[in-house]
């Protein structure tokens, strides 16, 4: 099987891959940004948390899915509201998990925030593909 043929076939996984690990990336950095200033787990979570679902929610909906919906206020505001809370949902997995692993075993901050992402990220695509579907 040509590689062109695989990258054709699994393109959306594969870009939600891509931005999946952009917003992996930005998580992870405002994350060690809120840490390295001293501020607590549950807020550095938070504060991470929210600036990854903006960025998510802009390239899923433009480029990963490419979400046929009309670009009308209404459309916007109850897919993003749909993404919105069904990431709070994932963010809350992995307030869950950071608060379980780091602060209550004592297992690395930054080793259990990279597992605690790849967790998140295959349950928000699975999420995501079902809101940006026609």
């Given amino acids: 099987m040509k590689i062109t043929t695989i990258i ?3 393109k959306t996984f594969i870009l939600y891959g891509i931005f999946g690990f ?3 990336v930005i998580n992870f950095a405002v994350y060690s940004l809120c840490k390295s200033a001293g501020l607590s787990t549950a807020f550095s979570v938070i504060a991470a948390w929210l600036i990854s679902v903006i960025f998510a929610y ?4 433009t480029i990963v899915f490419r979400s046929s919906k009309p670009v009308t206020i209404p459309n916007i505001f109850k897919e993003f509201t749909l993404f919105a809370l069904c990431r709070v949902m994932s963010g809350v997995l992995d307030l869950a998990i950071m ?4 602060d209550g075993i004592g297992f690395n901050h930054y080793i259990v925030k990279v597992a605690s992402c790849c967790v998140v990220t295959v349950v928000n695509f699975i999420i995501s593909k079902r809101i940006f579907s026609k």
């Fill in 22 to 24: 952009l917003t992996t």
């Fill in 58 to 61: 802009i390239f899923s909906r």
């Fill in 8 to 10: 054709s076939q699994h």
């Fill in 99 to 102: 608060l379980i692993f780091a």
